[in-house]
């Protein structure tokens, strides 16, 4: 009987615990900024009419960077689904940071617009 090789759950090597830092960083940054971009976003809605052309713009921008942003986050996980189905495996810390990449693209860029 042949005996596939198994990834490791755990990082063995310096350029991986790297890797799986980067990760945890990415995840605090994204944190910190959806928190922002939420308490910008709630303070015009607060402050503005939701009927005026610029918070229609700003609510419709903010729904399609999620759906567009949810896709890509999908797309990422359909690739490493298929991939391990044909028996490459990638490790978490990898499919993880490209997991995240679109939506902490997005939420720097919003939160460094709305701090304008």
Do not use: C
């Not at 990834?7 to 350029?15: I, K, R």
């Not at 971009?37 to 700003?58: A, D, G, N, V, Y």
């Not at 896709?71 to 490209?98: C, H, I, Y």
Request: without cysteine; hydrophobic residues 40%.
């Amino acid at each position: 009987m042949k005996r596939t090789s198994s990834l490791s759950l755990m990082p063995t090597t310096p350029v991986a615990m790297f890797d799986v830092w980067k990760v945890g960083l990415m995840a605090f940054e994204l944190w910190t900024t959806s928190l922002s971009t939420i308490t910008m976003r709630q303070h015009l809605w607060q402050t503005q009419p939701f009927f005026s052309p610029k918070m229609m713009l700003e609510n419709q921008r903010m729904v399609t960077e999620k759906i567009e942003a949810s896709m890509e986050a999908g797309l990422v996980m359909q690739k490493a689904l298929f991939s391990s189905m044909n028996g490459q495996l990638t490790p978490w810390w990898v499919t993880s940071k490209s997991t995240m990449m679109p939506y902490h693209q997005r939420s720097s860029a919003n939160s460094k617009r709305l701090a304008k």
